[in-house]
């Protein structure tokens, strides 16, 4: 069982649907992630920043969970990162209303004296810089750096992400942005491309179409699990990369096999994390749930071919 | 080992594409479904029309492959359907340059007398109405009927399309079709929508992002192998409906667990023409290929998770 730093927002949300809308609820990367994650029982920590408006539940349940909240600053007079957004009716795109930094904007991570061991990190998506500065805090080289970004710092911070993408592992993106990222159509040679840049693995997320994980020999593709509705696809991807990150982390081993069965966890649960809105589904979600989505994962996809 | 009746058309086609144009070469529905069939040495028909103008040594081919071509109406004086299209970059999207539909206009299917047994019948996209007439030409009811069709034919023959739907087993659209054919956004509400149009299967194809297979009580995803590069993707899909379609009657076992790997057959010959222009790939396959590729599509999707 390995430690597991987690990087990434602790944030206010404030979600429109076409199923409804939200008041500002418990959101952000590095909280999407913990809970995922807080299914296999690691030992993780979040380094994120608030402002005290934040709610002290908020901070409990996380902590419930068994997410360590000391590098987690909280900005006296501060106020906490806000995102607003409104999801159009196919639920694959949607518009940003409000986007308020706050204390974000002047967010300088410190990793805990105890995590800065951690075989895995999950640096959730932040200006790259930020996320550099939290690997560059590590005292011994953690066994996984597992990496999330998006076209936005591609747009605005190029550089820095290139520099952070050096010392990576695992890179985690959609389809559109590693076409950005590489000017390649094809996802496999948009994997090969970034293999370049640093991490010697890829997952290219699709969102219904599901995930695919590369290597330089090997290809795996997860499907999605097809879905009557999606409520709420906020947090769907940190849930898939703290799914992902925690399951490496509980197992230690790093091999393309067991980053397979890490990917079809990482769907499992953001198969869930739609289902309701926020963090609601995600909050109160038991194992055996966990395991009766795996077995229909299985028989999705799943398949006895004899070759004659 | 069935009878297998393919209803489609033989036809021209010039293709652009960003690789390269080709002048007029062989094509239809009815050409990709019988090569992709004749890999499993089934015992099928093709019913179609072409034109005088149709070379001889494009009826040789199919014949050498095993396609019975009595009921492919030679018109004396006619012209072949011809089809001109551009593909795009992103090779998702094409234009039509020309459709001169020619005999086709006239077409009035003929099932030869020998055929009218079989025991799958695979209809090609054509007109729903002469879909109908060859259902209406069989003499025992077949096992089996699998209709493509595509959203030309729900905004122009809506009523012959739900006439025939109701006699058939298996649909095959696209994603974007089974939404227009239902209102539904989510692709397992309009399989389910499907369902109460006629057919018991519903495969809704993705292009890229695979193909899904439901019935009521299973869904199973076969995702697309991630190619270096698209080349040609015509008659892609009338391809896989063909390797679905010759599996199913070579088998003879209609149920799910069959019908799944149908479906891989389908995916895995449709991966091969779209490698090279028009039928050229589908032309010379051999069987130690194709099994190559069935164990790619293996490690591709199959895992080994332990539910703790």
């Known amino acids: 069982m390995g430690k597991l730093v987690i990087v990434g927002t602790v ?4 979600i429109e649907t076409p199923f409804g809308k939200t008041d500002r609820i418990l959101g952000g990367a590095a909280t999407f992630i913990g809970l995922a994650a807080s299914q296999f029982n ?34 006296k007079g501060g106020k906490t990162f ?3 957004g409104r999801y159009h009716n196919d639920m694959n795109s949607r518009d940003t209303l409000v986007t308020e930094l706050n204390t974000l904007a002047d967010f300088d991570p410190k990793v805990p004296e105890n995590y800065r061991d951690a075989e895995v990190v999950m640096l959730g998506n932040l200006h790259p810089g930020v996320q550099m500065s939290v690997l560059e805090q590590m005292d011994t080289k953690p066994k996984m750096v597992i990496l999330d970004t998006m076209n936005f710092w591609m747009d605005n911070a190029l550089e820095d992400l290139h520099k952070v993408m050096k010392h990576i592992d695992v890179i985690t993106i959609n389809d559109e942005e590693a076409r950005q990222l590489t000017g390649e159509y094809s996802l496999v040679n948009a994997a090969h491309k970034i293999y370049e840049m640093g991490p010697r693995y890829v997952v290219i997320k ?9 290597n330089k020999d090997n290809v795996f593709y997860a499907p999605a699990l097809p879905l009557r509705e999606v409520f709420d696809p906020t947090g769907a991807g940190d849930t898939f990369a703290g799914g992902f990150a925690g399951y490496i982390a509980k197992t230690g081993d790093y091999s393309f096999d067991n980053l397979k069965t890490a990917v079809i966890y990482g769907s499992t649960l953001a198969s869930f ?3 309701k809105f926020g963090t609601e589904r995600m909050e109160n979600l038991s ?12 028989s999705l996809t799943q398949f006895d071919i004899e070759l004659t």
Do not use: M
């Not at 608030?50 to 901070?59: I, R, S």
């Not at 699709?206 to 994980?213: F, I, V």
């Open 11 to 14: 944030a206010f949300d404030a």
């Open 42 to 75: 690691v030992d993780s920590a979040a380094v994120s920043i608030v402002g005290d408006d934040f709610p002290q539940e908020y901070l409990d349940l996380l902590a419930h969970k068994g997410v360590n909240l000391e590098g987690v600053e909280i900005v």
């Open 82 to 84: 806000f995102w607003s």
């Open 206 to 214: 699709k969102g219904e179409h599901g995930a695919l994980l590369f």
């Open 273 to 275: 994390c739609v289902e």
């Open 287 to 298: 194992t055996s749930e966990i395991r009766k989505r795996l077995d229909q994962f299985k």
